[in-house]
């Protein structure tokens, strides 16, 4: 059937009863004038628009991207696509693509030749390595590439170079999810499976709009619901989102207080005995600790923090601890909070005290923001190494040494690597005088734009941007690189239930564009690098071979790839990791034995303290988990660093809408993606509105300490007290034209502080103040009538795609 998936996201619905398999229905969308008889061919790949992973196939026509279907055999999500996966391919043909190199000189960018451009780059890198060391040298990169090109990525900066300044836009997403599975578990990798959605009979989402994320998985749970034997729904958010709608009982505490809600829950769960106490006893350590912590946070006290009702913590604590099938999801609204860890850990507690890990419907998902970050963390390109190996741990770096068939003192371990907002910091002071930046844009997605911008555009700064698109950094470099982008180059990369796919080349890429492998491998060249036996380091030169020699450096460790090969993958479903001997068709749960990756030798992390941040030394750890059991970690409540007050009286929190990915450098040139969402918007709700005299589309300003913005205004039925603006939006257009001024990205407002853990940076607790600016005359907010911001008057014309968004849904069997 047809279907307008700008109007209907979720698409027709597929019932199913507990413990059958999900329906199969196959989305469908090609260009005008194409229809299926008249595609080339279809070419294997998956979504990198969000972090579920959907299976697609790319279609091709006289060598462009002319459309997309849903793979029906993918286990992810059965052929159904999600509205950016459907429309978001367009941008690969925009005529705005980066296609040759650009160096600045006089001031200005100007177009040159590849080698003129890595020429600067490796003169700059030799003339830093020689005069002031590998510290002087820093990575950003993405939650975008592929695999091969992470592992290359991280190889090049830790091994070849070896400088601990190497993270991606991850910390801003996925950061937590990373940290909170090792405080509890010792290690990365998520321990649930998309699959359990088909099982459980409680599902808790905290801090996780998953209709907007991730609309495919959001689209299991409603065929769930409308079901037999549907669900109960948690909801833990400050907004009414479309799972707040569908929930049973939703939680809208203030930002910030989530440890406090958090620490209620597990108080009333203990206190009914709602406790798996065999589990405990064998499998993890740490109860005694929590249970102390939290019977200091009855839900009195919770409900007073938060500021919800304290039958509805009773409530929800009662379906959390008597469900038989529990499955909890995380995402940003926990994540990008001052407490994100501790909150983030004590849903782990929660599974840990009822024993609800590693059987179908049990487990947590520490949610991806992005579609490829679990690849960074696995790979090495953020503030990880390579093959979930610990930096603490010298039998770690003598191994991974070995691997790359260098000096183990050549791989830094000296300290935690740098993370991304410490980076920035560094080229601040100037100790940090180069920094690569790839598929990514911290001049819009960072805290504190003012100063981000400030930063990027210092002298002493050698800057280079790899991208595909003049993005509002790239702007600011002094070497510009075009990339090749998704759909333009071959490799595979992991989504958020540990789902491996691969992703075949297309089409070719836009002028001289080339692969971040590629630019990776070339650079590589140039600076010859050279391992222990002056070997060409990194050795591989493709791909395949880049996938191959990554399988070698995951064997034996909790990522490992060894079962897995593109001839594998090709054809058929991705596969979850571990997939070796033992599990040759991928495993879909971890920790069905009550085993963890957590013994001292084996664990990907020693954890760390969690109020101050600080690691815990290895003798620590061993002496507190000699056995490698899961940790159960307690956590005191501590308020926000900025509380609303007298002069900035609102809560602001940024975010994400459905139609949009990042700073929109792909989905603002979706014309079907860019119209559901054209320009940022602030939601109040319907009491403050009243107080300060706003009506729906009226033009406001919102500010904090650090800046203002000026947009429409949209009255939702978010919690009173609280602000939401997305962070998507620059001051490029969807055309790739240039605004005047800064005035309209959320993040000239966030500040500068992260989770002393995890340190990821808050985007959810700065103090703001709200001002009518001017009548709408009759105009509405830009935003989506279709999510979290839904308007409450009724009066807001409804958000639809049209013709041009007409797509085919086909339900297998029917």
């Known amino acids: 059937m047809a279907i307008d998936p700008i109007a209907e996201p979720w698409g027709v619905r597929t019932p199913y009863e507990p413990g059958q398999p999900w329906p199969q229905r196959v989305d469908n969308y090609l260009g005008e004038g194409i229809d299926s008889e008249s595609v080339d061919r279809w070419v294997q790949s998956a979504a990198v628009l969000h972090s579920n992973g959907d299976g697609l196939d790319i279609a091709v026509k006289d060598g462009r991207i002319v459309g997309v279907r849903g793979r029906a055999v993918d286990r992810v999500n059965h052929g159904r696509l999600d509205p950016k996966d459907m429309f978001g391919w367009q941008a690969n043909a925009s005529p705005d693509r980066l296609t ?73 997403c996925t950061a937590t999810a990373a940290e909170a599975l090792k405080e509890s578990f010792g290690c990365d990798g998520q321990p649930g499976s998309y699959t359990d959605v088909d099982h459980a009979d409680v599902i808790a989402l905290f801090g996780h709009n998953v209709a907007e994320t991730q609309t495919v998985l959001w689209a ?31 939680l809208a505490p203030l930002p910030g207080t989530n440890v406090a809600l958090m620490n209620g829950l597990l108080h009333e769960i203990i206190a009914n005995d709602w406790v798996d106490h065999d589990y405990i006893d064998s499998h993890t350590i740490g109860f005694d600790e929590l249970r102390k912590r939290v019977a200091e946070f009855p839900p009195q006290r919770a409900a007073e923090i938060c500021g919800v009702d304290i039958d509805d913590i009773r409530e929800a604590a009662r379906l959390i601890g008597t469900a038989e099938r529990l499955l909890s999801t995380v995402l940003q609204g926990f994540y990008q909070s001052h407490q994100a860890t501790a909150a983030s850990v004590q849903v782990n507690n929660i599974h840990l005290v009822r024993g609800m890990l ?47 068939n260098l000096d183990p003192q050549q791989i ?17 002071e100037g100790t940090l005088q180069m920094l690569w930046v790839t598929a990514t844009n911290p001049a819009v997605s960072l805290p504190e734009l003012a100063r981000i911008r400030d930063i990027l555009s210092q002298r002493k700064l050698f800057l280079v941007v790899e991208d595909i698109f003049m993005t509002e950094t790239a702007e600011l470099a002094d070497v510009v690189l075009p990339a090749a982008a998704w759909g333009e180059k071959t490799g595979t990369f992991t989504n958020a239930d540990r789902t491996v796919h691969i992703s075949e080349k297309a089409v070719e890429p836009p002028g001289s ?53 593109y001839a594998k993958l090709r054809g058929g479903s991705g596969i979850q990791w571990p997939c070796n001997d033992e599990n040759p068709d991928g495993t879909e749960r971890l920790y069905a034995d009550g085993k963890f990756w957590a013994h001292p030798d084996y664990c990907e992390a020693f954890g760390k303290d969690m109020i101050t941040g600080a690691p815990l030394e290895p003798t620590e750890y061993r002496a507190m988990n000699a056995y490698g ?26 975010g994400r809408t459905l139609y949009h990915f990042h700073t929109r450098t792909k989905t603002a040139r979706a014309p079907q993606l860019n119209a559901a969402a054209p320009e940022v918007w602030v939601e109040v709700s319907a009491g403050d509105a009243r107080r300060l005299g706003i009506a729906e589309g009226d033009m406001v300003e919102v500010s904090t300490p650090r800046g203002s913005i000026s947009c429409a205004a949209r009255i939702s039925a978010i919690r009173d007290g609280v602000l939401f603006v997305p962070f998507h939006y620059g001051y490029f257009d969807a055309d790739g034209s240039k605004r005047a001024g800064h005035h309209r990205a959320g993040n000239e407002l966030t500040l500068t502080d ?32 279709t999510a979290a911001s839904a308007p409450v008057n009724g009066q807001v014309p409804a958000t639809v795609g049209g013709a041009a968004a007409t797509v085919s849904e086909v339900t297998v069997g029917q």
């Open 629 to 654: 059991k899961a940790i159960i970690k307690a956590a005191e409540y501590v308020p926000p660093h900025e509380m609303p007050g007298s002069g900035y009286p609102f809560a602001l929190i940024t």
């Open 220 to 250: 299991r749970m409603l065929d769930r619901l409308v079901g037999g034997s549907p669900p109960a729904i948690v909801c833990v958010d400050p907004r009414k989102t479309p799972v707040a709608l569908h929930a049973t009982v939703h």
């Open 513 to 565: 564009a080339r692969s971040d492998l590629d630019i990776f491998l070339d650079y590589a060249r140039r600076m010859d690098f050279r391992d222990k036996d002056g070997q060409p380091f990194p050795p591989w030169t493709d791909p395949e071979s880049a996938f191959e020699a990554w399988k070698k450096c995951s064997a034996g460790r909790p990522c490992d790839y060894t079962g897995l090969s």
């Open 754 to 785: 992260w989770d002393p853990v995890s340190k990821q940076p808050i985007y959810k607790t700065a103090a703001a103040a709200l001002r009518r600016k001017q009548d709408g005359n009759g105009h509405v907010a830009a935003a989506p009538t």
């Open 358 to 404: 590693g059987k179908p419907g049990c487990g947590v998902l520490q949610m991806n923001g992005q579609p490829t970050a679990e690849n960074t963390r696995e790979c090495g390109a953020d503030g990880d190494l390579a093959g979930f190996r610990n930096w603490a741990n010298d039998n770690h770096i003598v191994d991974l040494a070995r691997l790359w």
């Open 412 to 428: 830094p371990h000296y300290a935690p690597p740098t993370h991304a907002m410490q980076m920035f910091r560094f080229a601040e």
């Open 100 to 172: 040759t190199p650009l160096i600045r000189r006089d001031g200005r960018l100007q177009p040159c030749d590849w080698d003129t451009a890595m020429d600067a780059i490796v003169a700059r890198s030799r003339e830093l390595l020689d005069g002031h060391g590998p510290s002087a040298i820093g990575f950003y990169t993405s939650g975008q590439l592929f695999l091969e090109e992470y592992y290359t990525q991280g190889v090049i900066a830790h091994g070849a170079i070896g400088t601990n300044h190497v993270d991606g836009n991850t910390r801003l």
